[in-house]
C-alpha cells in the first residue's frame, strides 16, 4: 500500500511510468532527481503520509525501497 503511493507520486512528479519504478530505484540517479526535487518530493511524502523527515534522515534515503521502509517505521 505504502509501496504503491509512494510510486503514484514518483511517477508524477518525474513523469515516469510507475511499472519503471521498483524498490531499488535510485531516486537521485534512475530517477534524476536534484536536490530541489528531493526538496519537493518529501514535502509530497509527508503531506501524504503526514510524517516528517528530519533532514539528517534525508541522507540515508536513497532508494525507493528505503523511503517506503523509512514510511512504514513512521506511520
Known amino acids: 500500500m505504502v ?3 509512494v510510486k503514484a ?3 508524477e512528479q518525474f513523469d515516469v ?3 519503471t519504478i521498483t524498490a531499488d530505484t535510485n531516486i537521485a540517479d534512475d530517477l534524476g532527481a536534484d ?3 528531493v526538496v519537493d ?3 509530497s511524502i509527508e503531506d501524504e503520509f503526514e510524517i516528517e523527515i528530519p533532514d539528517e534522515e534525508v541522507e540515508n534515503i536513497k532508494t525507493v525501497g528505503e523511503l517506503v521502509k523509512y514510511i512504514e ?3
Open 17 to 19: 511510468e510507475e511499472d
Open 35 to 37: 536536490s530541489l526535487d
Open 3 to 5: 509501496f504503491e503511493k
Open 41 to 43: 518530493l518529501l514535502m
Open 9 to 11: 507520486i514518483l511517477s
Open 73 to 75: 517505521d513512521h506511520v
